[in-house]
């Protein structure tokens, strides 16, 4: 059997290795249009800063060593350019030497990745735009930027890729500005989960702009000038692209396999395309979306490896399928963690799927011993208990518990088994009751009607003839800053001070993080107080909405803080 891989990477390295542990005897052929395979593109942004230090280590596998372990024929700097799959042949040109040839395979395994999306943009075309997709692309960011020592760059796109080179480039002692189509970064979290971040970006001082495509860019006295939607302009000596990726479709579409409806190559369960005898796998194909089965393109490095492997058992006869990507993903911003599994709000609402929401922030490990860190923990799940996603934000411990919903997400867990799931303790790792715990027992009680929760966005569903805002903090925590409109009475004072509240209204209470809310909210009901509910999250997921979100010009956090509470009111 012959086997030819298109793309070297991520899905085709591990396809290849994969199928040579199946088959001794089989023969390989990996095509890579670049000089390298199996090489780290999930570290590149991270030399930028020189966090990591040198190119080899970036270099996971060279083409020698990776062919003489697995046997395998590499050919780098050869690029397919037509599939015929009646003749079951390939087109391949080779940048060395300039000549085309043909190869003949058995079974093709297509893993071409994806290409960065360059925005039409009036005068773009005009510039050098940098990218960052493999080590060619690092190592000439690295060298125009030591020729030309830019004082200012501009990173397009707030998404994973774009926020880690801004923060690589920022840790590198350089200006950095994002500019971003959308009202918030970082597109896999719900608005109000990337409003945590953007006050984290602000902390250290990168510029960015929301809400405010560029329109055009233009040349003026030796710098770009991009002028945004807004009319501002931002002057900048560089530009680097980090506004996504589109699957490398071209030369299937050509091929005249199927293109499914995202844009990504079709594929079946087996990963096999509209050819059975071409297999397609990685950031080039269309997915099924884990938690609602609809078709997807989710560009992940662990998909596509998985994927890989899975191509090559069913091309040697050990039939897998492949289940769908759930979109398991996380990223460091500064002492920040963010990580996500699952379908996000957003989507839930575009495909119109039922869902619920909690809130929690819970300390990453025990409050008493030293060093814990706050999870802000969102978690969306179905009327029936279905966990259908999570989100967190935080600075330690983030991993373990997404990676832990996301177990449960396969596992088909329901949010009460979340109550349940025995996660290791000591003082410095976690809490008696995890905060992947405490997301359960919070949800649940909503799915129980335990208690009523409202979101940090619905307080204008509420007449405020109507209703109470009622926060049940002390009042030094009060000091610090209230919801408009709310009176407080402390928990503890609130047996006591039942006569203050009127019990035909309704009475929104809200505490820091929802937790002496909810045992607010359980007096009150026990005491005859028929509507209440409770700020799921509390004053802790409502603030961060409330305060700019953008940080242009450059100025401290410090001064937004103050700025922000009376600017959240004219927004
Ligand atoms: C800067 C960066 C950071 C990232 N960070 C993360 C991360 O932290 N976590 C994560 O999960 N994912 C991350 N990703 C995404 C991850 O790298 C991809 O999802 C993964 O590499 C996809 O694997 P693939 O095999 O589909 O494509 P790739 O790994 O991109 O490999 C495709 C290869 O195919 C070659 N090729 C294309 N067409 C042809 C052709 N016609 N002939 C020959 N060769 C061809 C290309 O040159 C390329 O080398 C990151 C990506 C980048 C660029």
């Given at each position: ?33 670049g000089?390298?395979?199996?090489f ?57 030497t ?24 009036k ?31 501009v990173?397009?796109g ?62 003026n ?7 945004l ?23 299937a ?33 269309e ?7 609809n ?27 492949y ?46 011993y ?17 966990i ?53 027992y ?10 009523e ?57 809200y ?5 002496r809310g ?21 004053y ?32």
């Open positions: 059997m012959k086997v030819v891989i298109i793309g070297g990477v991520a899905g085709g390295a591990s396809a290849a290795a994969r199928l040579r542990r199946l088959d001794e005897k089989a023969e390989i052929v990996i095509f890579e249009r000089s390298y395979v199996s780290a593109n999930c570290g590149l942004p991270y030399y930028l800063s020189g966090t990591i230090q040198s190119k080899e280590d970036l270099v996971v596998q060279t083409p020698e060593l990776l062919g003489k372990r697995f046997n395998l024929d590499i050919r780098i700097r050869q690029e397919v350019t037509h599939i015929d799959k009646t003749e079951k042949i390939v087109k391949v040109h080779n940048h060395v300039g000549e085309t040839y043909i190869e003949n395979y058995d079974k093709l395994v297509l893993s071409p990745g994806a290409k960065p999306f360059i925005p039409p943009i005068g773009i075309d005009a510039n050098k735009v940098f990218g960052l997709r493999d080590i060619p692309d690092v190592l000439s960011i690295e060298n125009y930027i030591q020729e030309n020592k830019p004082k200012k760059i990173v397009f707030a998404g994973y890729i774009g926020i880690e080179i801004a923060e690589n480039l920022k840790k590198a002692g350089l200006n950095v500005t994002i500019i971003e189509l959308m009202n918030q970064i970082l597109g896999p979290l719900d608005y109000e989960m990337a409003t945590l971040v953007h006050q984290h970006l602000k902390e250290n001082e990168v510029e960015f702009y929301l809400s405010d495509p560029v329109q055009s860019i233009t040349h006295s030796g710098c770009n000038v991009l002028e939607s807004s009319g501002k302009e931002v002057k900048t000596d560089m530009i680097i692209m980090g506004v996504g990726v589109r699957p490398e479709n071209a030369l579409k050509e091929a005249g396999l199927e293109i499914g409806i995202t844009g990504g190559i079709k594929v079946n369960d087996y990963l096999q395309t509209s050819d059975p005898d071409i297999y397609a796998v990685g950031d080039a194909i997915i099924n979306d884990y938690i609602s089965g078709p997807a393109l989710i560009p992940l490095a662990g998909p596509a490896n998985k994927q890989g492997r899975i191509a090559a058992g069913n091309i040697c006869g050990i039939k897998k399928s289940n769908g990507t759930q979109g398991t993903s996380i990223i460091k911003v500064f002492d920040m963690t963010i990580a996500t599994t699952g379908n996000n709000e957003k989507l839930l609402k575009r495909k119109d799927i039922e869902y619920q929401k909690s809130y929690t922030h819970s300390p990453s490990h025990a409050g008493y030293p060093g814990a860190e706050p999870i802000s923990l969102k978690l969306l799940f179905s009327p029936n208990g279905q259908l996603g999570a989100q967190a934000v935080g600075k330690e411990g983030v991993d373990k518990r997404i990676d832990v919903i996301a177990t449960a997400i396969r596992a088909g867990l329901k949010v009460a088994d979340l109550e349940e799931l025995e996660l290791c303790y000591a003082p410095p790792y976690g809490s008696a009751k995890d905060p992947v715990n405490m997301a359960g919070v949800a649940n009680n909503i799915l129980k009607g335990d208690v929760v409202f979101h940090w966005d619905e307080f204008t569903q509420y007449d405020s003839n109507d209703s109470i805002i009622l926060d049940v903090r002390k009042t030094d925590e009060c000091e610090e800053g209230m919801i408009e409109g709310a009176i407080n009475i402390p928990l503890d004072e609130l047996r006591e001070r039942l006569a203050e509240l009127d019990k035909n209204k309704m009475i929104l209470i505490c820091q993080v929802g937790l909810y045992l607010a909210s359980r007096i009150l009901k026990l005491k005859g107080f028929n509507r209440v509910k409770n700020l799921s999250g509390g802790k997921t409502y603030y961060p909405t409330t305060c700019r979100q953008d940080n242009c010009p450059l100025y401290s956090f410090e001064k937004i803080l103050k700025s922000d509470i009376i600017e959240a009111d004219t927004r």
